[in-house]
């Protein structure tokens, strides 16, 4: 029998319900495995479970320290550090101090913050061969990885002790990795292009690095396969083995995705590095600001400081009181303004006159004085004005050379500013010449008025 339409209608919630359970359901398991991905503690496809288990099978479950907040201070030179899929850069400055003073590190990174951690190491990253030799189901996503066999000084051929017992490996959307000095640990051989090596380990100082351009090899999919799970082991030995300069057996750290730094390896920080944390935690910070903006409680702090800020301003701008200023021909004359005697007197008083200009204003009084006294003609020259004193008697011996060595000085400072180019003078130049000139003055006005030598 044909539906109606009001049954239709009816019968449209009734399969809508299950249909947005479904669509919930989804978007929920989405949502949770995009944020367990290579998570330790996540039993799921896209989790790192297997790999803690096997590291805690191979070192031992108390030698296994899992932890979203990495203590620089807790890691020994004998300790292990696997940082998998980092979404921040490790601090470079902590990690390169580990690595020197013997630490192993091991970076399993494609598309995180790893290429951060790696430049600093000049470990450069490659694409992947779009041809592999190899494959899964032939699928260039899931390229099949090989050791790289290097010939020893013994003549035999040798691998890194990491993929000692791997035959294949099973990677899973892969990137390659370049540098000129450190030892190819894994590649991936390619037909009609160059093999991509994709595994990379030197020794930094006394410790070991290891790169790995793949974290999905060792996520709980891949680990299906014996290649990969021989990697995980053989890494969680590499890690802890001893080493050339000692035994270790350390502990093995793991950090994932978002973690946490703190404190200094060795418990000892320098200035340096206190400032180069402080610089990149500026940068972080700017970064994430540009990226995501500043937070919304942020933006209504800097509103309300602003408001406050404005309102502050206009009331005290509103509330300002102004002196009445009187009209230009009711306010009182300067002194520098004035003419006359105290005019002059303003303008050589003033800051901004130079000392050279009172100099010159004693020595014009000097010759207009003792000129009047000698009865000679202004003006006068230095050496008449001496010469006149000298014979007239008006003057002692010393007078006369305090007058002599005033006239000089004098005459220099009138010299250069005729020049454009005053010298320097300074203030008790000024008050000694003042006392010299009105000692003199007095000597001559004690003496009496002489009258000049007439000729006949």
């Not at 790169?211 to 090899?217: E, H, K, L, N, Y």
């Not at 014996?226 to 093995?252: I, K, Q």
């Not at 509103?318 to 520098?336: D, E, K, S, T």
């Not at 009047?372 to 004193?389: F, I, K, N, Q």
Request: aromatic residues 4%; proline residues 6%; charged residues 20%.
């Amino acid at each position: 029998m044909a539906v109606t339409s009001p049954q239709r209608l009816r019968l449209l919630p009734s399969l809508a319900r299950p249909a947005a359970t479904v669509a919930l359901a989804l978007m929920l398991w989405s949502s949770v495995a995009l944020a367990t991905s290579f998570s330790t503690q996540d039993s799921g496809w896209e989790g790192c479970s297997i790999l803690t288990s096997i590291l805690s099978t191979v070192v031992g479950s108390q030698n296994v320290v899992v932890t979203q907040n990495l203590v620089w201070g807790d890691l020994k030179p004998e300790d292990g550090l696997i940082v998998l899929h980092p979404v921040h850069a490790v601090n470079p400055d902590e990690l390169s101090a580990f690595l020197r003073a013997g630490g192993r590190v091991a970076v399993l990174d494609d598309y995180g913050a790893g290429d951060e951690i790696l430049g600093r190491f000049h470990i450069r990253r490659l694409p992947p061969p779009q041809r592999p030799a190899r494959a899964l189901r032939n699928n260039p996503a899931l390229a099949i990885a090989e050791p790289v066999a290097d010939m020893t000084p013994a003549r035999t051929m040798s691998v890194h002790p990491t993929v000692a017992s791997v035959t294949q490996l099973v990677t899973n959307h892969p990137t390659g990795l370049s540098h000129p000095n450190l030892s190819a640990v894994l590649q991936i051989r390619a037909r009609g292009e160059p093999d991509v090596v994709i595994a990379v380990a030197g020794q930094v100082g006394r410790g070991r690095l290891l790169a790995v351009s793949d974290p999905s090899i060792v996520i709980n999919q891949m680990m299906r396969y014996p290649g990969n799970r021989e990697f995980a082991a053989g890494l969680a030995r590499y890690l802890v083995d001893d080493d050339t300069w000692g035994s270790r057996g350390g502990r093995v750290f793991v950090v994932t995705n978002e973690f946490r730094e703190e404190g200094a390896f060795g418990n000892q920080s320098s200035i340096a590095k206190s400032l180069g944390a402080t610089l990149r935690d500026v940068a972080s910070v700017l970064a994430d600001t540009r990226e995501h903006g500043l937070p919304s409680t942020l933006l209504l702090v800097l509103g309300a400081l602003a408001a406050l800020g404005t309102v502050t301003w206009l009331g005290a701008v509103g509330a300002r009181a102004y002196r009445r200023v009187p009209p230009r021909f009711a306010r009182p004359v300067p002194l520098v303004a004035q003419g006359g005697v105290a005019g002059r007197a303003a303008v050589l008083a003033a800051p901004t006159t130079h000392r050279a200009l009172a100099i010159l204003e004693l020595k014009s009084a000097l010759e207009e004085a003792m000129a009047s006294r000698l009865g000679l003609e202004v003006p006068v020259s230095a050496a008449d004005l001496y010469g006149g004193l000298q014979k007239a008697g008006a003057l002692d011996d010393g007078q006369l050379k305090a007058l002599k060595k005033l006239l000089l000085m004098m005459g220099m400072v009138e010299t250069s500013v005729t020049a454009g180019r005053p010298i320097r003078i300074r203030e008790r130049d000024v008050k000694s010449a003042a006392n010299i000139v009105k000692n003199l003055l007095g000597a001559t006005e004690h003496n009496g008025h002489v009258e000049p030598h007439r000729e006949e």
